[in-house]
């Protein structure tokens, strides 16, 4: 399984070119972080930030929906290794969050562990299936992003909306249950 890890990582995931206009608003291409992130007018230091919180914001809200075969698929051309792994004064390297989408996108990916082991399946399929599926529960969270966005443009003018986003995916599901 740690080789399926190291495998998984050096991938680069997409995500439909429908939702680019949302990473280009929301999000600073090479990185802006403290005042220069502000002075963009940006709410998340990369684009890969923003990709980390659409696809806990689609695991989150159970949102997994594929990208059509139709619809053109960009990246950022950025390997999930190095996904928040720079350290600065600001902030503190959180490469721990690949080992939590890793973790999820194993337990909710239709994927037979005991045929891997036995050879029946390649790694590179089940490669394959996690990042269709993490690009899946991505989408699904950029469409909830872009529901928001259509109901109130100023939503995300509140220095709380995105954690807001996420507490309200988990209270609904305590009082769902």
Known sequence: MENLFNKWKT????????????????????GAEGEKKINFGKHFSTNYELYIY??????????????????KKVDFSHHIQFWGSKSTSIRKDF????????????????????????????EDDVIKTLITTMESYTNGGLTLIREKIDQNSNYFLQNTSFLNMILDSKLSKIIDE
């Open 95 to 122: 490469t721990i969050l690949q080992e939590y989408i890793f973790m999820a996108l194993v337990a909710k990916a239709d994927i037979d562990l005991i045929e891997l082991d036995k050879g029946g399946i390649s």
């Open 11 to 30: 991938k680069i995931p997409k995500y439909s070119e429908v939702n680019k206009d949302l990473f280009n608003s929301l999000s600073q291409k090479f």
């Open 54 to 71: 659409a696809f806990f914001l689609g695991l989150y809200n159970d949102e997994f929906i594929p990208i059509p075969d139709k619809e």
